[in-house]
Nanobody, 115 residues
Framework: QVQLMESGGGLVQPGGSLRLSCTAS????????MSWYRQAPGKERELVAT????????NYADSVKGRFIISRDNAKNTVYLQMNSLKPEDTAVYSC????????WGQGTQVTVSS
């Protein structure tokens, strides 16, 4: 079965960096685009970034352009989200997602940006 497992979240000061990882199993990873979403308390879930099957095509939310980088390693079945210049408003639960006839989500990892 499809499984997605995120890691790498934590507490970081404003201006700091974190790298999130999402390791996938149960499907042919290299055949599918992968996305990162986030949900802050009291807010709707929002799309942060998407990477194409081989990593050459990426898209970002305006709020993270120039600060976040999405990438993937198909040999490791893993998608990454490098987050730089973090702001308090980036605080949220970050989840990875894949669409294979339906949406599959990981359990999420908490990112807290605070001094």
């Amino acid at each position: 079965q499809v499984q997605l497992m995120e890691s790498g979240g934590g507490l970081v000061q404003p201006g700091g960096s974190l790298r999130l990882s999402c390791t996938a199993s149960g499907f042919t990873f290299s055949n599918y685009a992968m996305s990162w979403y986030r949900q802050a308390p009291g807010k709707e879930r929002e799309l942060v970034a998407t990477v194409g099957r081989i990593g050459g095509v990426t898209n970002y939310a305006d709020s993270v352009k120039g600060r976040f980088i999405i990438s993937r390693d198909n040999a490791k079945n893993t998608v990454y989200l490098q987050m730089n210049s973090l702001k308090p408003e980036d605080t949220a639960v970050y989840s990875c997602m894949v669409l294979i006839f339906r949406l599959y989500w990981g359990q999420g990892t908490q990112v807290t940006v605070s001094s």
